[in-house]
T-cell receptor, first 114, second 112 residues
Framework: GAGVSQSPSNKVTEKGKDVELRCDPI?????LYWYRQSLGQGLEFLIY????????KSGLPSDRFSAERTGGSVSTLTIQRTQQEDSAVYLC????????????FGPGTRLTVT | GNSVTQMEGPVTLSEEAFLTINCTYT??????LFWYVQYPGEGLQLLLK?????DKGSNKGFEATYRKETTSFHLEKGSVQVSDSAVYFC???????????FGKGTKLTVNP
């Protein structure tokens, strides 16, 4: 079946612009996660959703970052007023539930801020 | 806080060589431990996991044993293949938390 999909696969934006990154989880997966993979920091957790609510937003690096999930499915990660340090690969994962359920990762969106 | 430290790469081996990638962790309580693999051009995939002390996770010829006394989860394979060339990430998930905490990754290249 279809895996986690993310769009766009690549995004180049100018410093100061807003960007939206989209994640389509595996159908039926109730939990959705965002991570960031950068050269300097490695793989970092950003936020996770159970259904449409986000119990843990502790990894969002600043108030320029926000995420929402609607209909218990698609999620959007928004970065406002992008900075060069936001350049990274943004990974989305989904799972059937919480805790012991495996997280399945998408291919990521490579964001470059110029 | 929780953290994972894994050996820095890159690691270059010849086909059929023995592989060890070291991973140690810092966490309170009893986290679950994971190895993820990222093949070139692909997304992260779970390779193996262990959820309690002395558990051994295994998959595709890879093994790792959860050692609480040394807070380690080293990845081993007896005979690597060219197709094992990838980046390997050690990770933990603390009980009661949903987030995975990753090491920095180790790039493995296997030459024929």
């Amino acid at each position: 079946g279809a895996g986690v999909s993310q769009s766009p696969s690549n995004k180049v934006t100018e410093k100061g612009k807003d960007v939206e990154l989209r994640c389509d989880p595996i159908s039926g997966h109730t939990a959705l996660y965002w991570y960031r993979q950068s050269l300097g920091q490695g793989l970092e957790f950003l936020i996770y959703f159970q259904g449409n609510s986000a119990p843990d937003k502790s990894g969002l690096p600043s108030d320029r970052f926000s995420a929402e999930r609607t209909g218990g499915s698609v999620s959007t990660l928004t970065i406002q007023r992008t900075q060069q340090e936001d350049s990274a690969v943004y990974l989305c994962a989904s799972s059937l539930g919480l805790q012991s359920k495996e997280q399945y990762f998408g291919p990521g969106t490579r964001l470059t801020v110029t | 806080g929780n953290s994972v430290t894994q050996m820095e790469g890159p690691v270059t081996l010849s086909e059929e060589a023995f592989l060890t990638i070291n991973c140690t962790y810092t966490a309170t309580g009893y986290p679950s431990l994971f190895w993820y693999v990222q093949y070139p051009g692909e997304g992260l995939q779970l390779l193996l996991k262990a959820t309690k002390a002395d558990d051994k996770g295994s998959n595709k010829g890879f093994e790792a044993t959860y050692r609480k006394e040394t807070t380690s989860f080293h990845l081993e394979k007896g005979s690597v293949q060219v197709s094992d060339s990838a980046v390997y990430f050690c990770a933990l998930r603390q009980g009661g938390s949903e987030k995975l905490v990753f090491g920095k990754g180790t790039k493995l290249t296997v030459n024929p």
